[in-house]
């Protein structure tokens, strides 16, 4: 039987991420997601769904190093339903995803809100891949009617 299990999500974090180590020494961090969904009612507000993600090891640190409190990320991954008895001998569950990957949605420029960038409208992001500023214009080449070389 055939099974797929993948989350990609955008949210911003609801607080600063916390690294922690497990005993045998590796780097976790967990951190939660605020989501908001894509239909709402009219009568209420934004539907916010706040998602508990999982990093391990590089992820981790790069989620404690680098992510802020309120600005979006990308989490790409697994989902995971975990149960545990507690103290009183109640069965718990929690869901959770499993950080396969973690990016930054904003360029350096925008969370820091420094638009400042020249007339290019081009700001490198976080991991320094071209992005472009809403308003801006790349220049591109004006295509003449009439032209017989185009190839379609």
């Not at 894509?38 to 009568?43: A, E, T």
Request: charged share 20%; net charge negative; hydrophobic share 30%.
């Amino acid at each position: 039987m055939a099974s797929f299990n993948k989350v990609i999500l955008i949210g911003n974090l609801t607080a600063d991420p916390e690294l922690k180590q497990t005993p045998s020494g590796t780097s976790v961090c967990r951190f939660t997601l605020a989501v908001n969904r894509r239909y709402s009612r009219q009568d209420q507000g934004q539907n916010v769904d706040f998602i508990d993600i999982v990093a391990w090891r590089q992820n981790a640190e790069t989620v404690a190093k680098y992510f802020k409190k309120g600005h979006p990320y990308l989490v790409c991954g697994q989902l995971q339903i975990r149960s545990w008895t507690d103290a009183q001998g109640n069965k718990r569950y929690t869901t959770e995803v499993i950080a396969d990957e973690v990016s930054f949605v904003e360029n350096k420029a925008s969370a820091t809100g420094n638009t400042d960038n020249g007339d290019t409208g081009y700001a490198p992001s976080a991991y320094g891949t071209p992005s472009y500023q809403s308003g801006s214009t790349p220049e591109f080449e004006e295509v003449q009617s009439g032209d017989d070389n185009l190839p379609f």
